[in-house]
């Protein structure tokens, strides 16, 4: 059942359509109809928020590093909250059944101080929106976000990067860290395997660095879709000349999912060389991802190379350092504890 909220980022057009301008797709709808997201509709001649303080899955504790954040905050834990849908509709989504086969019936009302109660009764140290594409439940999270950073709790943003400059902008009022998922580096993989553009990730990326939120970025290598080491060395020579070598760089490994079950899971070898290629790019913040055992899951100093941060699958086994100060040799490093 739909819980009406009246959305924000829209206008109307001289047709009588009504225009979401929340994310690039720009949807241009009549009364009835919902957005690509599917859910975001036009309803008595506005565009509403169609399931506001609606969840599909909620109250899961994680560590922050499974987000994967590992500067931000590392060893603690998060309260992890999604709904359901998407405004992508990727065929290698490994959360499909939230994000594209799903029954919105299957959402539930929650309220932003059972979240706040729940946080504080698993101790978590923030919460993170997640799972899903929280882009689409904008104002559902940008309000709860409101009210839990006042009571102390960082908050996390786990995105397709898929959102307009003014959202974004808004967004870093009250969102503390982000992880955004850049899927290629080609606009024929975006067009074809995610129904999007790749510019305006690109775009987002920066923008979230202006706004001084927390960034890291995940890249999830496909067997012969996005595995290329021309493609791979475009994207780590893009960020480091608009982000930044101090960004951390998560290399994910694939396995198959949804439409691309056919694919192989990526070689492992794949993963590292990507490793590889930013490291010698002067990224000193690499890390791979689904691969266990890992050797690139532990954080080094940039200086002096010693462990400072000892890791074991998403668990922290150690961490030498809470100031962003190497105890070894006194070099800065960008945490944020």
Not at 67 to 73: G, T, W
Not at 101 to 118: C, N
Not at 146 to 152: D, I, S, T
Not at 287 to 297: E, L
Request: with cysteine; glycine share 4%; charged share 20%.
């Amino acid at each position: 059942m739909e819980n009406l909220y009246e959305a924000w980022f829209w206008t109307k057009l001289e047709d009588g359509k009504i225009e979401c301008q929340l994310c690039p797709h720009h949807c241009k709808l009549q009364e009835g109809q919902n957005g690509i997201c599917q859910v975001r509709g036009v309803r008595n001649s506005k565009l509403y928020s169609l399931y506001y303080e609606m969840v599909a899955t909620g109250g899961q504790v994680d560590p922050i590093e499974k987000k994967p954040l590992y500067h931000f905050y590392p060893g603690t834990q998060v309260l992890s909250f999604g709904g359901l849908s998407c405004n992508l509709h990727c065929d290698h989504c490994q959360n499909y059944t939230l994000s594209q086969e799903y029954e919105i019936r299957e959402m539930s009302k929650l309220d932003v101080q059972q979240i706040l109660k729940a946080a504080q009764k698993t101790k978590c140290r923030g919460v993170a929106w997640t799972y899903n594409e929280p882009t689409i439940y904008f104002e559902t999270y940008y309000n709860w976000s409101v009210v839990l950073k006042k009571a102390g709790l960082y908050v996390v943003w786990v995105s397709n990067a898929y959102i307009s400059p003014e959202p974004l902008k808004k967004l870093a009022e009250v969102v503390d860290a982000v992880n955004f998922d850049v899927k290629a580096f080609r606009e024929e993989f975006f067009v074809k395997y995610t129904r999007s553009k790749f510019q305006p990730v690109l775009d987002a990326c920066i923008q979230a660095r202006k706004c001084n939120m927390h960034l890291e970025l995940t890249y999830l290598i496909i067997p012969t879709l996005n595995d290329s080491s021309e493609e791979i060395q475009q994207y780590v020579q893009w960020v480091k000349d608009h982000l930044g070598t101090e960004t951390p760089l998560h290399f994910s490994r694939f396995y198959p999912h949804h439409r691309m079950s056919h694919l192989p899971p990526t070689p492992v070898e794949t993963v590292f060389q990507a490793v590889k290629c930013a490291q010698n790019l002067g990224f000193p913040y690499v890390y791979a991802g689904n691969i266990y055992p890992n050797p690139y899951n532990n954080t080094l100093c940039p200086k002096c190379s010693k462990v400072l941060v000892n890791r074991e699958g998403y668990s922290v086994k150690s961490l030498m350092s809470t100031a962003g100060v190497c105890p070894f040799c006194k070099a800065q490093v960008p945490f944020i504890f």
